[in-house]
């Protein structure tokens, strides 16, 4: 147990639909990264955010947005969903704006059909 | 941009020993992970190699190479419970940090 919480654990939902992803990292780590892991394309980094600034985005689509809260969980919101946003989305956090370890919770499964 | 390359698949015999390797090209690199990840679960942290040379943890060791672009993940005493991916990932410089992941390299340890 790496001490990161994310829900749910599974979602499953129609295109053109629009989730809400939650992530709480460990007790005292002040940065959370979102990554999406599909079986073609492996993993993914998405954004980052350290105390509640964003600070880092990698392959984030426009309809994909985030947002770390004043008790620092965060929230990944995707949008107009389509099939291929079907992958295990997975939230990591760490205690500096920079890391040398990113601990990684669960994962949601997102299934859109 | 960062471009990771490692095996896509690999096979060792479990007491063996097996070095995974990795090679990257990267503008700004900073450093180099090597995560654990079983299927349908989250990559666990392994390594972090930010300066040349060979690292060691248990049966676990990471070895960088900055001026080649390689790194490779030595694993001793192979148990079965090490077949799970292993995924290489470079860090950049310069303040915020992204990471990059390569694909994995998936372990299969037999008896």
């Known amino acids: 147990d790496s001490g990161v919480t994310q829900t749910p654990k599974h979602l499953i939902t129609a295109t053109g639909q629009r989730v809400t992803l939650r992530c709480s990292p460990r007790?005292?780590?002040?940065?959370v990264y979102w990554y999406q892991q599909s079986l073609d394309q492996g993993l993914q980094f998405l954004i980052q955010?350290?105390?509640?600034?964003?600070?880092a985005k990698g392959n984030i689509l426009e309809r994909f947005s985030a947002q770390q809260f004043p008790d620092l969980h965060s929230e990944l919101n995707l949008s107009s969903l389509e099939l291929g946003d079907s992958a295990l989305y997975f939230c990591?956090?760490?205690?500096?704006?920079?890391?040398?370890?990113?601990?990684f919770g669960p994962g949601t499964r997102l299934t859109v059909t | 941009g960062q471009n990771i390359d490692q095996p896509t698949e690999m096979t060792a015999t479990e007491g063996a020993i097996v070095q995974i390797n990795c090679t990257y090209q990267?503008?700004?690199?900073?450093?180099l992970f090597w995560y654990q990840q079983h299927a349908g679960e989250a990559p666990t942290f392994l390594s972090y190699?930010?300066?040349?040379g060979l690292e060691e943890k248990g049966r676990f060791s990471s070895f960088l190479s900055r001026s080649k672009g390689y790194s490779y993940l030595l694993l001793k005493e192979l148990q079965m419970k090490d077949s799970a991916s292993y995924l290489c990932?470079?860090?950049?410089?310069?303040?915020?940090?992204?990471?990059?992941f390569g694909t994995g390299t998936k372990l299969q340890v037999i008896p």
């Open positions: 190699n930010v300066l040349d």
């Open positions: 955010y350290y105390n509640g600034e964003e600070r």
């Open positions: 990591a956090s760490s205690v500096g704006e920079v890391s040398y370890e990113q601990y």
């Open positions: 007790s005292g780590d002040l940065s």
């Open positions: 990932a470079a860090s950049n410089s310069g303040g915020y940090q992204k990471v990059t």
């Open positions: 990267t503008s700004g690199f900073n450093g």
